[in-house]
């Protein structure tokens, strides 16, 4: 069974490793150590055997919460872990004030459009050549009443 807890500075090492396993421009183990000193950011992991196998993070100013990741390993998708990760990170920046979320996404990548469509979220408009790996566009995505 997978457990859900916050990402503590011990944890970047497994997170970074998992990053690279999951996106084409991957943050590095210092990025991730700079996210647990970041006072606005809130990054939830899910561990199965004591190992780092999802993890999800979101910076959270005001009222509003930006996510920055959202990664599950692999060969764990399609079994809804993506589901309670995003929900477990939803109910952390709601616990520090946000009560609007939003996000960008490659369009192309449908699982998780469809993942945060079933949490609220709406396309409000691209952002033109987002991702420098290949000038796939972004869909910016909020919900205002998380």
Avoid at 85 to 113: D, M
Wanted: charged content about 25%.
């Amino acid at each position: 069974m997978i457990t859900f807890r916050k990402m503590k500075p011990e944890d970047a090492d497994a997170v970074a490793e998992l990053e690279l396993k999951c996106f084409a421009m991957p943050w590095s183990r210092a990025d991730f150590l700079r996210e647990n000193n970041n006072e606005l950011a809130e990054y939830v992991v899910g561990e199965l055997d004591k190992k780092i196998v999802a993890y999800a993070g979101a910076w959270v100013s005001f009222d509003q919460a930006e996510v920055m990741h959202v990664a599950v390993e692999p060969k764990l998708r399609g079994q809804g872990v993506g589901t309670v990760l995003f929900g477990e990170l939803i109910q952390a920046v709601k616990k520090r004030g946000a009560t609007s979320i939003t996000l960008e996404v490659r369009p192309s990548n449908t699982a998780a459009v469809k993942l945060y469509e079933n949490f609220g979220l709406k396309s409000v408009g691209r952002r033109k050549n987002y991702y420098l790996d290949n000038n796939e566009d972004a869909l910016i995505m909020w919900n205002t009443k998380i």
